[in-house]
């Protein structure tokens, strides 16, 4: 193709607050792109929830490619729009992202570790299912085109994505995970991952406290008590029993090993963050489980109370049905 041709970018960004400081740095940092602005649209969507805002701008953009960020990402490299272009251009792969997080030096801490890890929440690292890659995965391959693995989670911070693509979804009850699963189903995605890192995921300072309970209430809202979700971190018994071993190795302080071999990779202290995390998210998913059991326990008198009152109602129609034929 020739090299002067382009294809045009939309921009999606669900937010709360549209004059949010990180969401004005975000569009900052998209308008410092090295590509033309005229082929870049931004649209910050505030409809419903975060997910139902990514939906809707979907539906609202206009762009062959669809960018889907969150408020708190931030372009570090001006090149990556170019870049994306001439991969895509050539219609072979179906998305690109990166296979790592940037890892700022002036960044917090507790952020800078979300970073080296590829994910703000270690198990689905450990499950071999985070949205990125960790640092202690890293390889010199500049690009890499394969083939989709539904279990892996994908979709969001920084996914380029085809249009065309997004629309054949369920769009009604959007996930990034669960619509890539749903489209895999539908035919066999392409992937390319661009080893050169370009996003700067803005996750938290470094108050783990309340970083867990945030996450607490996200894990409750969209794994919980969403009954529409396809794609779950652990959906069969190898996940469980990575689980259960995740677990021992978060209460046993074994997590400590991979802080250690994490540093002799990537000499960052942010690496010691790993026991503490792990262990807080062992407790924090812990009290969610005991939640919904209670849940389930409370809401079980009202399931049979509404089976019987079916049973009698069946059977009561049941009964008029037997008399009217008698009475014929």
């Not at 969150?70 to 992202?97: E, W």
């Not at 370009?198 to 300072?205: L, V």
Request: proline fraction near 4%; hydrophobic fraction near 40%; glycine fraction near 4%.
């Amino acid at each position: 193709m020739p090299a002067n041709k382009s294809i045009r970018f939309s921009c999606i960004i669900p937010a709360r607050d549209p004059r949010e400081k990180k969401l004005l740095e975000l569009i900052e940092s998209i308008r410092l792109q090295d590509f033309p602005q005229d082929e870049i649209e931004i649209i910050v969507s505030t409809q419903g929830d975060s997910e139902e805002a990514k939906a809707h701008g979907i539906r609202q953009a206009t762009g062959d490619i669809c960018v889907m960020l969150c408020a708190d990402n931030y372009f570090v490299d001006p090149t990556v729009f170019s870049r994306v272009n001439g991969i895509l251009y050539q219609g072979v792969p179906h998305a690109v992202y990166s296979k790592h997080y940037v890892c700022l030096k002036k960044d917090y801490s507790l952020n800078r570790y979300f970073s080296l890890l590829g994910a703000n929440d270690p198990i689905p690292w450990f499950l071999w299912k985070a949205d990125r890659k960790s640092f202690l995965e890293w390889d010199k391959n500049d690009i890499m085109n394969f083939r989709f693995y539904s279990g892996e989670s994908y979709g969001c911070n920084g996914w380029f994505a085809r249009r065309e693509i997004l629309l054949q979804a369920d769009l009604d009850h959007y996930y990034p995970m669960d619509v890539w699963a749903d489209l895999n189903d539908l035919f066999q995605v392409i992937l390319c991952r661009d080893n050169s890192p370009y996003m700067w995921h803005r996750t938290t300072d470094n108050n783990l406290i309340k970083f867990l309970i945030r996450r607490y209430r996200y894990a409750r809202d969209l794994y919980c008590d969403r009954k529409d979700r396809r794609w779950k971190v652990v959906s069969n018994w190898r996940d469980i029993s990575m689980l259960a071993w995740f677990i021992l190795y978060s209460l046993t302080g074994l997590s400590v090993l991979t802080s250690i071999r994490g540093f002799c990779v990537l000499k960052d202290w942010a690496w010691f963050w790993h026991p503490a995390v792990c262990l807080g998210t062992t407790f924090m998913y812990g009290i969610l489980v005991c939640r919904n059991i209670l849940k389930s326990v409370l809401s079980f008198p009202r399931w049979v109370a509404g089976k019987v009152s079916m049973l009698a109602l069946n059977l009561s129609i049941l009964k008029r049905t037997k008399t009217t034929k008698t009475s014929s």
